[in-house]
């Protein structure tokens, strides 16, 4: 290993030299100096010697020496201090202006008002006599100028060549440009037509998902100065600002396109509804004037109007009335939901004992059970249970709920029938449209109707309330309907205010309940006629 080599003071490099003599330079240094010397004059001048008056003379040099250097750094600090503070004074004023064309990117939603407001903050933020921005139009074969400011607003919706233009260079490379002579760059393609006279240039390319799309450039620097690599990432910065106000107004702009859609599609929904139950009340008008007569002359052939029948006609007259009540009895079902869905259905609320009204459904029903030997039992208490409704649409709930109960309960099957007066939270309607109802607890009754049926699968219990569906939709199903009485059932309970809803066990079967309030629906109109409702 070998000795490590000294270094002679004369062969250390100049900038240690330079750095050595600046701290033997310093002020503390000469001070301490001159104090040393100073004291040291003074032992000698009480020794009589001659340096006692010699070095103070020079204790005298080194503190001016000292102070002349003190002045010379703080004339030093406090241009750096001026420059500090300059410094961040624009820096400041470069960020309340980018905040300034933030925010006015928030408020607007299109494109050219939000790039003229970034084209004007680059032309103030970099001291530019003109900025525009541009963008690729003609599949990329030229850029035009969608913003402009200062000297440059003559040229605004010109085009540029993408192949013979400095933005259109900037594009085609993806890289930023800083132009000291912009006339004698071959690039550049001069415009004698504008009367502008360009000299210098800072371009930057905007990028929407990575690739260019347009440019954000300032020309003439205000003070003859060239753009430097700060205007340039100032530039940038204005740059992704504009591209996030162009996606902005885009997206403004396509939901807005989806707005229109949607509203001209509700518009067609709404035409197409509203044919619809007027399709729907006029078809049940005209099978319901014919049918009326299928019902009334077989009603008058079984009363022996036109005589004593043989037992075979008097079978074949039943089926054709039993068959023509049922019809009815689907029609007045389709008709009672177009007028439901066209808001023209009314309540003709009145004080209704539900005792009589479940009782009678029972004996409406009874035909239904003996055919099958089902059992059915009611069970009600001793207290007072009359409300406040529409006693028609209260029965064909009742009926709508019974009648289901013994479609799917097998033979000799119990079906029972439960009422309770009790208290409940129930949905309120809303004050607007869009807010979600508040619950509010009220007196009601509450119904229950419960079967040994074959119940009902968790997965098939959100389509029970639709309308023409069923829980088996298939060909081969075993029952037959129309899929129309649980959801008339739902809707003339929400109507009256209430709320139904079933508990089933697969294979065990099923409890259909709904509840009422006692004093009926709220926010009732009290100028809305009590329309009587009739069966058909």
């Given at each position: 290993?070998?000795?490590?080599?000294?270094?002679?003071?004369?062969?250390?490099?100049?900038?240690?030299?330079?750095?050595?003599?600046?701290?033997?330079?310093?002020?503390?240094?000469?001070?301490?100096?001159?104090?040393?010397?100073?004291?040291?004059?003074?032992?000698?001048?009480?020794?009589?010697?001659?340096?006692?008056?010699a070095l103070p003379i020079v204790t005298t040099a080194?503190?001016?020496?000292?102070?002349?250097?003190?002045?010379?750094?703080?004339?030093?600090?406090?241009?750096?201090?001026?420059?500090?503070?300059?410094?961040?004074?624009?820096?400041?004023?470069?960020?309340?202006?980018?905040?300034?064309?933030?925010?006015?990117?928030?408020?607007?939603?299109?494109?050219?008002?939000?790039?003229?407001?970034?084209?004007?903050?680059?032309?103030?933020?970099?001291?530019?006599?003109?900025?525009?921005?541009?963008?690729?139009?003609?599949?990329?074969?030229?850029?035009?100028?969608?913003?402009?400011?200062?000297?440059?607003?003559?040229?605004?919706?010109?085009?540029?060549?993408?192949?013979?233009?400095?933005?259109?260079?900037?594009?085609?490379?993806?890289?930023?440009?800083?132009?000291?002579?912009?006339?004698?760059?071959?690039?550049?393609?001069?415009?004698?037509?504008?009367?502008?006279?360009?000299?210098?240039?800072?371009?930057?390319?905007?990028?929407?998902?990575?690739?260019?799309?347009?440019?954000?450039?300032?020309?003439?620097?205000?003070?003859?100065?060239?753009?430097?690599?700060?205007?340039?990432?100032?530039?940038?910065?204005?740059?992704?600002?504009?591209?996030?106000?162009?996606?902005?107004?885009?997206?403004?702009?396509?939901?807005?396109?989806?707005?229109?859609?949607?509203?001209?599609?509700?518009?067609?929904?709404?035409?197409?509804?509203?044919?619809?139950?007027?399709?729907?009340?006029?078809?049940?008008?005209?099978?319901?004037?014919?049918?009326?007569?299928?019902?009334?002359?077989?009603?008058?052939?079984?009363?022996?109007?036109?005589?004593?029948?043989?037992?075979?006609?008097?079978?074949?007259?039943?089926?054709?009335?039993?068959?023509?009540?049922?019809?009815?009895?689907?029609?007045?079902?389709?008709?009672?939901?177009?007028?439901?869905?066209?808001?023209?259905?009314?309540?003709?609320?009145?004080?209704?004992?539900?005792?009589?009204?479940?009782?009678?459904?029972?004996?409406?029903?009874?035909?239904?059970?003996?055919?099958?030997?089902?059992?059915?039992?009611?069970?009600?208490?001793?207290?007072?249970?009359?409300?406040?409704?529409?006693?028609?649409?209260?029965?064909?709930?009742?009926?709508?709920?019974?009648a289901n109960a013994s479609k799917f309960t097998p033979?000799?099957?119990?079906?029972?029938?439960?009422?309770?007066?009790?208290?409940?939270?129930?949905?309120?309607?809303?004050?607007?449209?869009?807010?979600?109802?508040?619950?509010?607890?009220?007196?009601?009754?509450?119904?229950?109707?419960?079967?040994?049926?074959?119940?009902?699968?968790?997965?098939?219990?959100?389509?029970?309330?639709?309308?023409?569906?069923?829980?088996?939709?298939?060909?081969?199903?075993?029952?037959?309907?129309?899929?129309?009485?649980?959801?008339?059932?739902?809707?003339?309970?929400?109507?009256?205010?209430?709320?139904?809803?079933?508990?089933?066990?697969?294979?065990?079967?099923?409890?259909?309940?709904?509840?009422?309030?006692?004093?009926?629906?709220?926010?009732?109109?009290?100028?809305?006629?009590?329309?009587?409702?009739?069966?058909?």
């Amino acid at each position: 290993m070998s000795a490590p080599s000294s270094v002679e003071p004369a062969a250390l490099p100049a900038r240690s030299l330079r750095r050595l003599a600046a701290r033997l330079y310093a002020p503390r240094v000469v001070s301490a100096l001159a104090v040393t010397v100073g004291w040291t004059g003074v032992y000698f001048a009480f020794r009589g010697h001659w340096l006692g008056v010699a070095l103070p003379i020079v204790t005298t040099a080194l503190t001016l020496v000292a102070l002349r250097r003190g002045e010379e750094l703080a004339r030093a600090g406090g241009e750096s201090l001026r420059s500090a503070l300059d410094t961040a004074a624009r820096r400041n004023r470069e960020l309340e202006r980018l905040g300034q064309v933030a925010s006015s990117l928030l408020q607007g939603a299109e494109a050219e008002p939000l790039f003229q407001v970034v084209a004007t903050a680059a032309q103030d933020l970099l001291q530019a006599e003109g900025a525009i921005i541009t963008l690729l139009v003609e599949e990329g074969r030229f850029l035009r100028i969608m913003a402009a400011a200062g000297i440059m607003t003559v040229a605004r919706g010109e085009l540029l060549p993408a192949e013979r233009s400095l933005s259109g260079w900037v594009v085609n490379h993806d890289q930023p440009l800083l132009s000291d002579d912009m006339e004698s760059d071959p690039r550049f393609t001069p415009r004698p037509e504008l009367g502008l006279r360009l000299k210098t240039a800072a371009i930057v390319p905007l990028r929407s998902a990575g690739l260019p799309i347009g440019t954000i450039s300032v020309h003439n620097r205000r003070d003859g100065r060239p753009f430097d690599a700060h205007d340039l990432q100032l530039l940038r910065t204005l740059g992704d600002q504009a591209v996030v106000g162009l996606e902005r107004a885009r997206t403004f702009e396509e939901l807005r396109r989806d707005e229109l859609a949607l509203t001209a599609k509700n518009l067609e929904l709404q035409r197409a509804t509203r044919l619809k139950s007027e399709f729907l009340a006029n078809m049940s008008h005209e099978l319901r004037t014919p049918l009326n007569a299928v019902i009334g002359f077989s009603d008058l052939l079984l009363a022996g109007g036109a005589g004593e029948l043989a037992p075979q006609q008097r079978d074949f007259v039943e089926a054709v009335l039993r068959n023509g009540r049922h019809l009815l009895g689907l029609i007045n079902s389709v008709l009672d939901l177009s007028k439901i869905e066209a808001g023209h259905m009314t309540l003709a609320l009145a004080s209704t004992d539900v005792r009589e009204a479940i009782l009678a459904a029972v004996a409406d029903t009874a035909s239904l059970r003996a055919a099958k030997r089902q059992h059915c039992e009611v069970r009600m208490d001793d207290q007072p249970l009359e409300i406040l409704a529409d006693g028609v649409r209260l029965r064909q709930i009742l009926f709508n709920l019974l009648a289901n109960a013994s479609k799917f309960t097998p033979d000799e099957g119990r079906i029972t029938v439960s009422v309770v007066r009790t208290r409940a939270p129930l949905p309120v309607p809303a004050e607007r449209a869009g807010d979600r109802p508040v619950p509010l607890t009220r007196e009601v009754v509450w119904i229950a109707v419960a079967d040994t049926g074959v119940g009902i699968k968790e997965e098939d219990r959100d389509r029970l309330f639709q309308e023409f569906s069923q829980v088996d939709g298939s060909p081969s199903r075993r029952q037959s309907g129309t899929g129309l009485g649980l959801a008339l059932s739902k809707k003339f309970v929400e109507m009256h205010g209430g709320t139904i809803g079933v508990e089933s066990l697969y294979g065990r079967g099923s409890t259909f309940w709904f509840m009422l309030p006692t004093e009926g629906p709220l926010r009732r109109s009290a100028t809305e006629p009590a329309a009587p409702a009739s069966n058909g």
